[in-house]
């Protein structure tokens, strides 16, 4: 599977632009602050109807614009082609159509084009709080699981209500016995996030060891593991247990949306253990892994967006992953890059590979 044509309009720095895709590797080369990495948010945004940043979508709207529009064309294979726009609109609902048709929901659309996005800040992962690892996880079950992804919405949704309901009470009791309705109304989508996030950690695992030898060449034993409070007692006694707390608290402090992935090096965490060179090796097979996952589990190669990698990454690491991400094991890359020699230079030593440059400058593209 892979992209075919993008075209942006009034899209973040971009009027109105159309590029013609390689099927293989596009390269953005540009000063920084051009707008290479919007095309990269484009292409995410086609993937997965919203920006890979977490902003919400109001900040793509070019500034001064009411909205803005985006249309892909991808080829599914040799006899299947999709036509897919996403419109936004200030203040309005976000429309997403394929082949003509908008989504009653646009969860429908996530994982018809399967996406793993490798940024600079991805040592969040490692480094910072729980929820970049959960986003992680979710990330990824999304894209292979529609079920997954109705859950998650829902669950977040009654939090969000239950989280109200204890800001409403202020300490108070409960008289009404409306948060044990909430929480009898979680368990369901709790249940399912909870295994599929088990039986995801497994394979997982597996795909992480094998990315890792191949990125680092190392012979360190990494780990991952699942942690949830649900391992421990079921959910209504969660619940139960920490009710009171929460009522002092006024938020829900138990849940899955507590849970976590802890990452150990050679038995030890990893964040105190590694060096840098090894969480950096670490943090990008933990993406590759991501990718392999999203091929298994949706029979469709996924794309690959390589955002700044030359800046953030030293030269061995870079050439040691494109030289894996450029091999047949991968399908259609993109990568943004601020010195118009370096892509070149790396790509040179692969010169059967189908690749496109494009110059960007100032919102606009040439190339
Ligand atoms: N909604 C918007 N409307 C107009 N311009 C925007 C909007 N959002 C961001 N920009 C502009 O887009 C530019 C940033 O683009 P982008 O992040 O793609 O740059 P880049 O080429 O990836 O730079 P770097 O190499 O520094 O990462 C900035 O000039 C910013 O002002």
């Known amino acids: 599977m892979y992209l075919s044509s993008l075209t942006l309009t009034q899209f973040k720095n971009y009027g109105s632009q159309q590029l013609e895709l390689s099927p293989r590797l596009n390269c953005f080369v540009g000063p920084n602050g051009a707008g290479k990495t919007n095309l990269l948010e484009a292409v995410y945004y086609l993937c997965m109807g919203k920006s890979h940043t977490g902003n919400p979508d109001q900040y793509a709207i070019r500034h001064g614009e009411d909205g803005s529009r985006l249309e892909g064309i991808f080829l599914l294979d040799a006899s299947e082609r999709d036509k897919t726009v996403v419109k936004l609109r200030k203040r309005q609902r976000k429309v997403i159509e394929r082949n003509g048709t908008p989504y009653d929901r646009l969860a429908d659309h996530v994982g018809r084009y399967p996406v793993v996005i490798i940024v600079p800040d991805d040592s969040a992962l490692v480094l910072e709080g729980s929820e970049v690892r959960r986003r992680l996880i979710d990330n990824s079950l ?36 409306l948060l044990s309705v909430y929480d009898q109304q979680l368990e369901p989508a709790a249940t399912y996030l909870h295994q599929r996030r088990q039986s995801f950690s497994g394979p997982f695992t597996e795909l992480l060891l094998e990315a890792y030898a191949a990125i680092s060449g190392e012979k360190e034993q990494v780990e991952l593991r699942y942690k949830s409070q649900l391992e421990e007692q079921s959910w209504a006694a969660l619940m139960e247990a920490n009710r009171e707390k929460d009522r002092v608290l006024q938020r829900t402090t138990a849940g899955i949306h507590r849970d976590d992935l802890v990452f150990s090096q050679d038995g030890h965490p990893l964040r ?60 259609q890359v993109f990568i943004s890059d601020t010195d118009p020699e370096r892509v070149t230079q790396l790509i040179e030593g692969n010169p059967a590979l189908d690749w496109r440059r494009f110059l960007v400058a100032d919102g606009r593209v040439t190339g």
Do not use: C
């Not at 209500?161 to 800001?167: D, P, Q, T, V």
């Open 142 to 177: 999304s894209q292979t699981d529609p079920a997954y992804l109705n859950h998650l919405i829902h669950y977040n949704r009654l939090l969000a209500n239950r989280n109200a309901l204890l800001k409403e009470l202020a300490g108070r009791s409960d008289t009404s016995g």
């Open 272 to 331: 105190r253990v590694a060096s840098q060179g090894q969480l950096k090796s670490f943090v990008l097979s933990l993406k590759l892994a991501q990718y392999r996952l999203l091929e298994r589990d949706t029979q469709r190669t996924p794309i690959l967006l390589l955002d700044d990698i030359f800046d953030k990454l030293d030269q061995d690491r870079v050439r040691q992953l494109l030289t894996l991400v450029l091999g047949s094991a991968y399908g």
